[in-house]
Nanobody, 125 residues
Framework: QVQLVESGGGLVQAGGSLRLSCTASGRALSDGATAWFRQAPGKEREFVATRRWSGGNTYYADSVKGRFTISRDNSKNTVYLQMNSLKPEDTAVYYC??????????????????WGQGTQVTVSS
């Protein structure tokens, strides 16, 4: 099993920045990807960003492209989501996920087997 723990959420004004962290423990995964999803009240969970372990390829939702950056520190088993120029519509619970998605599921929650508990991000206008 893999355990994922997110941190770094909070309240920020529009235009501000936050950095989320996701630290993995437990069984090491030799390949796959780590992703961030989010879910706003009354809405379905949506893909935000993902990064493949091998090669480091990254994918972003159009809504966050150019504002968010996903990165990884292998020595700390931690994946980060740097969020800049935050907007009120970015308000959501952000979830870290890990797994071995194929290309057709890399931006889908179906591609990920392990999930964190979520961290709240609130952006005030």
């Amino acid at each position: 099993q893999v355990q994922l723990v997110e941190s770094g959420g909070g309240l920020v004004q529009a235009g501000g920045s936050l950095r989320l962290s996701c630290t993995a423990s437990g069984r090491a995964l030799s390949d796959g990807a780590t992703a961030w999803f989010r879910q706003a009240p009354g809405k379905e969970r949506e893909f935000v960003a993902t990064r493949r372990w091998s090669g480091g390829n990254t994918y972003y939702a159009d809504s966050v492209k150019g504002r968010f950056t996903i990165s990884r520190d292998n020595s700390k088993n931690t994946v980060y989501l740097q969020m800049n120029s935050l907007k009120p519509e970015d308000t959501a619970v952000y979830y870290c996920a890990a797994g071995r998605p194929i290309i057709s599921t890399i931006t889908s929650s179906r591609g990920y087997s392990y999930w964190g508990q979520g961290t709240q991000v609130t952006v005030s206008s």
